[in-house]
């Protein structure tokens, strides 16, 4: 099973809006466009937070457009930049949704919303909280797979790391406690970065729109990495193989 990660598409009312030199809209809509010539066989698109700059509906009609040619599910979570009611009105519908988690054979897809209102940093909600704990209870028979937007680790970006969740300790000590956690993945960074807490492998996938500097003491554009997006691919045994592809 195959599903991708899209993240960080930062799409306002205006088509024509560059951030940094860099069309937002026609940058996402060339991803998703190459996603959906080259990997026709993924079993889901997950777009994990920032889909807007602006939290206007006409910015996520705009994504509604450029995902049309997407044959397949596709789950929204939200970002600091994001309108959660915005996100519900597009999983009305009937390929888009914004539901908590899915399932599939025997994986558990488990995405937070880590928007905290008023404030760019991330933060866990204690009712999700619970309710992961309970499957992770109920399941143990399954593997679980965890989408965040914003990172759960520091990254060694002064700046970025600021913005961090606030109570990610929950969810290491979790991942620690569970060896049935194998994956772990966000956005936020406009980065990559990678580690590995206990079984699971924890990772970032870079915006489809402009890139940082990794470790850089403030916000730096790197103007050396493309947009991209990540592959990530689940085995019925429980192991995870994953890869970021860069638009040339």
Known sequence: MKIIQI?????????NYNAFEINTFQSAEMIISHISKQHRDIGALVISGDISDDETSESYSNLM??????????????????????????????????????????WVFFMFNT???????????????DIFINMLRENSDKFFMIFLHHHPVKIGSP?????????????????????????????????VFETQLNNAKLFSTPSTCYQS???????VIDEKEKPG???????????????????C
């Open 7 to 15: 993240t960080d598409l930062h799409l306002r009312s205006d088509k």
């Open 65 to 106: 457009e450029i995902t049309d040619q997407i044959n397949t599910e596709i789950y929204l979570m939200p970002g600091n930049h994001d309108s959660i009611e915005e996100i519900e009105k597009c999983a009305s519908n009937n390929r888009v949704n914004s539901e908590l988690y899915f399932m599939r054979d025997n």
């Open 115 to 129: 928007k905290k209102n008023n404030s760019p940093n991330g933060l866990l909600k204690q009712h999700e909280i």
């Open 159 to 191: 700046t970025m790391d600021k913005m961090i969740i606030e109570n990610a300790n929950i969810l290491l000590e979790l991942i620690e406690q569970y060896k049935s956690i194998r994956g772990v993945s966000w956005g936020h960074i406009h980065n």
């Open 213 to 219: 500097k990794p470790k850089s003491k403030s916000f």
């Open 229 to 247: 997006y990540r592959i990530i691919h689940f085995s019925s045994s429980g192991e995870l193989k994953t890869e970021v592809r860069r638009m």
